[in-house]
């Protein structure tokens, strides 16, 4: 059993909510809510719908929708050239090559290259230089890789004095944390000896919840963490959304009672909402 599913089923004890694993791993629960069963699979609930749930995995969409209201890191897509002849309409570029110049003319390096559709750092990379960003290109279109993407994404640097993750259940912050401590390019940091930090300013909280509230004048979204950038000048940026945030390494690190009353909150905001429907 994962960290953050036993924390989700303390929650539904404590909230008097029957609740079964499905799978022999105890991965996978059925809670029974009022209305019928809702399922959970590891990460991922039944608090967003499906196409929020798309929405946000797909950064690239993402961007589009949010950039306008608010602050994210100027961000090209690229389509991997070998797609099948019949993506092939909706390709600007037919070689790696062709989108390095692109590239040239809108950054300086470095920049962040990344798959469009990845989780957990995977082949995120910071290019100093043309080859490193060709590199990075080349094993996110390679077709062998479990990392496989057939869209890479090209993203401004931005100057990174801490990161944090900012976890909001139906519209109110819940949990925040930081992630890790070191400044500059953070990606896979609890491969680097790094861990979340629980953060209870009050302040702060509020600060980095104004900064992203006008993502829900576009999409109602039930449960997500914003993964937020706080550059050396004070400034925010909002790096990326994640409708299926995971808590091991938060509890590893912490404990396991912010991430009960995490689920706590969105199981009862959940339950309020279906009332009306």
């Not at 699979?41 to 946000?56: A, H």
Request: proline share 5%.
């Amino acid at each position: 059993m994962e960290k953050q599913i036993a924390a989700l089923s303390q929650a539904c004890r404590e909230l008097k909510l029957d609740f079964s694993f499905i799978d022999i791993e105890k991965n996978v629960m059925r809670v029974a809510m009022p209305w019928g069963f809702e399922y959970f699979q590891i990460g991922r609930t039944p608090f967003n719908s499906e196409v929020v749930w798309g929405l946000l995995r797909d950064k690239k969409h993402s961007y589009d929708l949010f950039k306008h209201d608010v602050r994210m890191p100027e961000t090209l897509a690229f389509l991997d050239p070998a797609v099948p002849e019949e993506y092939r309409k909706y390709n600007q570029h037919n070689s790696i090559q062709s989108m390095l110049d692109t590239i040239k003319d809108v950054f300086d390096f470095p920049v962040v290259v990344k798959p469009n559709a990845g989780a957990l750092g995977a082949e995120v990379s910071l290019c100093e230089n043309e080859a490193q960003a060709t590199a990075a290109l080349t094993r996110i279109f390679n077709h062998q890789s479990r990392n496989y993407d057939y869209v890479a994404l090209v993203q401004e640097c931005i100057p990174n004095q801490a990161e944090y993750r900012l976890i909001c259940s139906f519209k109110t912050p819940v949990l925040l944390y930081q992630r890790g401590q070191q400044t500059g390019f953070n990606a896979q940091y609890w491969h680097q000896g790094e861990h979340a930090i629980h953060v209870q300013d009050p302040a702060l909280i509020k600060r980095l919840f104004q900064f992203v509230k006008p993502v829900y004048q576009h999409l109602d979204i039930g449960f997500v963490g914003f993964d937020i950038i706080r550059s050396p000048d004070d400034s925010l940026c909002l790096i990326e959304l994640n409708s299926s945030p995971k808590f091991n390494n938060f509890i590893k690190h912490n404990n396991s009672a912010p991430v009960v009353d995490v689920y706590k909150h969105a199981l009862t905001q959940f339950s309020a909402q279906r009332k009306y429907f």
